[in-house]
Structures are given as structure tokens and as C-alpha cells.
């Protein structure tokens, strides 16, 4: 399995950014897609989820209302569109993957893309 994020960039607070996430090296029936972000110093914090067969979501509620998880089974891609970013949004996103469906603990996974960095400055 490889994952691909990109995306992340500068934002001013108030802003929106779309991350993206290529997967690819396999199809990915049962398995579960999320994105975890990473402060330093910190461990990595569970965003959101999706099932790849259903498309059944789950966020943080520190995300919840201005993130939007999905997922392209026709282009193997998984999305986190974020709106009304702020400046504690601030962090490198990563995409993850794991067979079986979702979970919000990072050791769970263990398909990782490298990361995408996400500034938002207020």
C-alpha cells in the first residue's frame, strides 16, 4: 500500500484547504482511510475517517461541522476538505489506511502516507 498526500500550504484563519490522498498498490475493499495530524512534541491526533466500501464518516469533535472526510473508489483517492480553518488546525496532516475498517488510534494503522504541512496563520 502507498499514500500520497498533498495539498497543505499557508491559509490565513478563516480560510479553507483541500488535502488529497492517493492510494494506491492494491484495491482497497474493507479497508478503512483517515487522516491524523501532528504537532511537535505531540502525538498523532485522529482527524477523521471513511469507510472505503460505505463511506461511513467519523470526526474528531474538534473538526466536527468544518471537515469534510470522502473518498473517489474511481480514482483511489481520499479527501479532507477543511473550512473555517484556525490557527490550532496548524499541523502536518497524514493520511492512513488500514484493512479492516476505521479506528481513531493511530497504532491501528499501519499504512501511512509522509505528510502534508498545514500553516494557518491568524
Known amino acids: 500500500v502507498q499514500l500520497q498526500a498533498s495539498g497543505g500550504g499557508w491559509v490565513q484563519a478563516g480560510g479553507s484547504l483541500r488535502l488529497s490522498c492517493a492510494a494506491s498498490?492494491?484495491?482497497?475493499?474493507?479497508?478503512?482511510m483517515a487522516w491524523f495530524r501532528q504537532t511537535p512534541g505531540k502525538e498523532r491526533e485522529f482527524v477523521a475517517s471513511?469507510?472505503?466500501?460505505?463511506?461511513?464518516?467519523n470526526y474528531a469533535d474538534s473538526v466536527k461541522g468544518r471537515f469534510t472526510i470522502s473518498r473517489d473508489k474511481a480514482k483511489s483517492m481520499v479527501y479532507l476538505q477543511m473550512n473555517t480553518l484556525r490557527a490550532d488546525d496548524t499541523a502536518v496532516y497524514y493520511c492512513a489506511a488500514r484493512n479492516g475498517g476505521t479506528d481513531t488510534k493511530a497504532r491501528e494503522y499501519p499504512h501511512w502516507g509522509q505528510g502534508t504541512l498545514v500553516t494557518v496563520s491568524s
Open positions: 471513511i469507510t472505503w466500501n460505505w463511506g461511513t464518516t
Open positions: 498498490g492494491r484495491t482497497f475493499t474493507n479497508y478503512g
